[in-house]
């Protein structure tokens, strides 16, 4: 496997940059405890947290009373610092905001299970990671905490929802964070932060308790690391269901971890950077994905160009329209329990209020047009191992490019006042607006509506010195192939080298 740092350099320089396990190594071999370990990482993110906005809440009393239990401790990652994420990841007592201030004054009131499954693994949670409101966006950029800076260029963003993430962790301040992905939320940002991340298979991390399944399945949770391998340990860590779960996903034929290496076959990897929606496709992240395919059929993998799978403009009007209908689903939610709608932001609302108008029976018929890409993804799998696009079509936008704009938030409003869906959605400007965005990145939402597992695998930098990501979708259940090719384009392409310009600052 390719080297992730060089143990010469000194453990507290910022530019020393361990992954998770090898962190917890040197936990276990005495050369440093849990207790400092811990006052790194939080020396770290009081130094640059300031400047990228990453973490978005203080849970380092809640880390000094865990970090005691740590001593001693055989768990895979005991002693490493980590970071939650603001949205869907409960820890009793504390809030999870969702990007919202409102929501930030309800602590929860039990834990997942998979934050218990992290802490049983020894990693010592010290914050929480900002999101767009809801986690909506590709984008971090909330308007009750500010936006999220991408620690490559400060003046764009980190992408989202898992935004805050991949800025923590390509800034340095831990080695791998919590993320989840339910149209791209782990790939995008990871891909524009220049680090590793993975979606699971539908299913095979549970969201219990609080769901049986999240936006009709299309939401993984797991993480962005800079290592393929801490993503595999903890992938090991996270898997498998929970009581009550509706499903049980058979394991894997052997750990996770065992497969961070190359893929003992010769694989077919079907190649497209072509946009499944028809927009714009940057040259700098089509090139990446071509290029990334010619180091593989160097290594001895067959490449074949193909299509976009399936109707790229058909799957993304059925995933907006689960979008839309899920907003309103939450807000109702939100309403039930006190909060009223006027405590969203106007794209939320608006988002909200179209969901409000649509007909049950045309939800139900959106989703059960899922079908079609998972048959053609099915198609696509019985003569090839992997599909190859890149991550994105465009380099993430600047802080703010994405905004409403004023003249639209006002009328957003107005037609928010009087309570007229009807009139919003016939306008179209939401769908538009929505549409401007899946341009951007349109390769994504392919594996959350089919439940496959995907993964964005750093590439290199564009002129602007801003990371490019390829992406790999495989069949259902195989995350194992997915880890293996990682591994191997670790090995022949690495990246752990690559630091943002802020380590030089």
């Known amino acids: 496997m390719a080297t992730i740092m060089s143990l010469s350099e000194s453990p507290d320089a910022p530019n020393d940059r ?16 849990a207790q400092e370990a811990l ?8 130094a640059v947290n300031p400047r990228v906005q990453a973490v978005n809440s203080d849970l380092r009393t809640y880390a000094q009373g ?5 001593n001693g401790s055989l768990a895979p990652f005991a002693g ?6 603001d949205l869907g990841m409960d820890l009793a007592g504390y809030p999870t905001s969702q990007g919202n201030a409102r929501l930030a004054e309800h602590p929860a009131t039990q834990t997942d299970a998979v934050v218990r499954r992290w802490e049983q693994a020894g990693l010592v949670i010290f914050g929480k990671t900002k999101v767009p409101e809801l986690g909506l966006k590709a984008i971090t950029e909330p308007t009750a905490f500010g936006p999220t800076r991408n620690p490559w260029n400060l003046d764009h963003t980190p992408g989202g929802s898992s935004g805050g993430a991949a800025a923590a962790v390509a800034v340095g301040i831990v080695p791998v964070a919590a993320a989840a992905d339910g149209g791209g939320s782990i790939r995008i940002p990871a891909a524009y932060c220049g680090l590793f991340g993975l979606k699971p298979s539908r299913g095979r991390v549970s969201c219990a308790p609080q769901f049986d399944e999240l936006w009709e399945g299309a939401v993984s949770t797991h993480v962005i690391s800079r290592s393929v391998r801490d993503s ?57 994905a071509a290029d990334c395919a010619a180091l593989l059929q160097s290594l001895g993998h067959r490449v074949e160009w193909v299509d976009p799978v399936g109707d790229g403009m058909q799957l993304a009007r059925d995933y907006l329209t689960m979008y839309f209908g899920q907003v309103d689903a939450q807000l109702r939610y939100w309403k039930q329990r006190g909060v009223s709608a006027s405590a969203f932001e106007t794209d ?24 079609a890409p998972m048959r053609a993804l099915g198609e696509l799998f019985s003569r090839s191992d992997l599909y190859l696009t890149p991550t994105c079509a465009q380099p993430p936008a600047r802080i703010g490019e ?62 602007g010195g801003l990371p490019l990501g390829v992406q790999f979708v495989a069949q259902w259940g195989r995350e194992d192939l997915l880890l293996q090719v990682a591994s191997e384009l670790e090995q022949a392409h690495p990246w752990a080298h690559r630091r943002p310009p802020i380590f030089a600052a």
Not at 66 to 70: A, G, L, M, P, Y
Request: hydrophobic share 45%.
């Open 348 to 371: 939320t609302q608006a988002l909200a209020l179209i969901g409000r108008g649509l007909p049950a029976g045309e939800y139900a018929l959106s989703r059960a047009r899922w079908n």
């Open 232 to 288: 595999a340990a903890l992938l090991d860590v996270i898997s498998g269901a929970e009581p009550g779960d509706p499903f049980v996903v058979a394991p894997p034929a052997r750990c996770y971890a065992e497969e961070v290496h190359p893929p003992a076959a010769r694989l077919r990897i079907a190649l497209s950077t072509a946009s499944p929606i028809g927009g714009e496709v940057d040259a700098a992240w089509s090139r990446a």
């Open 80 to 85: 490493v610092p980590f970071l939650l994420k």
């Open 402 to 463: 994405l905004a409403t704009p004023d003249w639209q938030r006002a009328v957003l409003g107005a037609l928010l006042r009087f309570g007229l869906g009807g009139v919003l959605r016939r306008s179209g400007m939401v769908e538009r607006l929505a549409f401007e965005n899946l341009h951007r990145t349109p390769f994504t939402q392919l594996a959350n509506l089919t439940g496959t597992p995907a993964m964005s695998v750093p590439w290199d930098l564009d002129a």
């Open 66 to 70: 865990r970090v005691d239990q740590i």
């Open 39 to 46: 006052q790194q990482a939080l020396a770290r993110c009081d």
């Open 18 to 33: 361990p992954d998770a396990l090898e962190l917890s190594a040197r936990i276990r071999r005495g050369e440093l405890s």
